[in-house]
């Protein structure tokens, strides 16, 4: 291994249990780390030798530190939490040398603070703060409904906004769901469960339920927007793959004074009928030069969920592309064989 390097860290306070929870069972978490970053690890109680190349080994270390520090906090870590320190320090190690990295991007809700993890996230984070209409499109995983849901939680309890609009299309995502009883919000409520979870988590429950009551929080079909001039809100759209290009231009002009919008989609993922163009690639087409508009665009690289979902998006990315390139060359030899 070329520019290798040892480097030796001894954990204070030399705590059995803290120690315990940091390896895991049989050292699964200290294998995880190796295997991620193709480090070596040795330790003998709370002194830990660990040897690779240099900056990732020092990354290394540094993780090593981070998560002992969180057995202070938690009587357990799980290989969950290790696979998310992991997956941060690798993404910001190009946000560190940022020159606006010093600037906070946390953001506060009532139950807890949410700190975006990697480069990406940042600057998703300092769009939606510092523009009127913000687009975030990628795949699945990547933070992109739930750090817009925070931002919109954040607006709410520093009285930025008056209310939240959380708004999705009732698309069904290539299955046929049947009839579904109750009005059209009951209906469509299964669509928007994702959003009602990321706020119970920031809120709690009761208070969720109350701000429902006095409709500061609305949750709402696509449809519902027609019409309405939304003042001093912050409103998402999520699912936005799954609009028309009427529907992109009808929510976007339902935009008033003080107001944030937040537009979130991946595009791989369209349950449209095969002849309808999606209203967010036409979007993103049409408003890419518009001041006052940001667009922020994830990757497999920013996904932070186990690391094989990474592997899954990398690989449906990949046979896209075969597919895209298959029928490129099927419309030139049908265009060649037509000119002869």
Do not use: W
Request: net charge negative.
């Amino acid at each position: 291994m070329d520019n290798t390097a040892v480097f030796e860290v001894s954990l204070e306070p030399n705590d059995t249990r803290r120690l315990a929870s940091l390896c895991g069972q049989f050292d699964q978490h200290l294998r995880l780390i190796e295997q991620r970053l193709d480090v070596h690890i040795r330790n003998r109680g709370n002194q830990f030798s660990i040897e690779g190349e240099t900056d990732i080994a020092r990354t290394a270390i540094r993780i090593v530190e981070d998560l002992y520090d969180q057995t202070r906090r938690k009587s357990d870590l799980t290989p969950d939490e290790v696979h998310l320190q992991l997956q941060s320090s690798q993404l910001e190690e190009a946000a560190a040398n940022d020159s606006n990295s010093n600037v906070s991007v946390s953001i506060r809700t009532k139950k807890e603070t949410i700190r975006p993890r990697g480069k990406t996230q940042i600057e998703y984070v300092r769009g939606i703060r510092e523009h009127d209409i913000n687009f975030g499109i990628g795949p699945a995983g990547t933070g992109k409904t739930y750090l817009a849901v925070a931002c919109a939680v954040e607006a709410l309890i520093k009285d930025r906004v008056e209310r939240i609009l959380l708004v999705r299309p009732a698309v069904e995502a290539g299955e046929k769901l049947g009839f579904l009883p109750g009005d059209l919000a009951q209906k469509v409520d299964p669509y928007l469960r994702p959003l009602y979870d990321a706020l119970y988590e920031m809120l709690g429950f009761e208070t969720v339920g109350k701000l429902i009551e006095r409709n500061i929080i609305e949750v709402a079909p696509l449809a519902y927007m027609r019409g309405r001039t939304l003042n001093h809100a912050f409103i998402i759209l999520d699912e936005s793959q799954n609009t028309t290009r009427e529907q992109m231009k009808m929510f976007l002009t339902r935009i008033g004074f003080g107001s944030t919008a937040v537009i979130t989609g991946d595009t791989t993922q369209i349950d449209l009928p095969g002849n309808v163009r999606s209203g967010l690639k036409h979007a993103r087409e049409v408003l890419a030069d518009v001041s006052g508009i940001s667009f922020t665009h994830f990757s497999s690289k920013d996904v932070v969920r186990h690391p094989i979902v990474q592997r899954i998006v990398e690989a449906y990315e990949s046979a896209d592309e075969n597919d895209r390139k298959s029928a490129d060359e099927r419309n030139k030899k049908t265009d060649k064989n037509r000119d002869n």
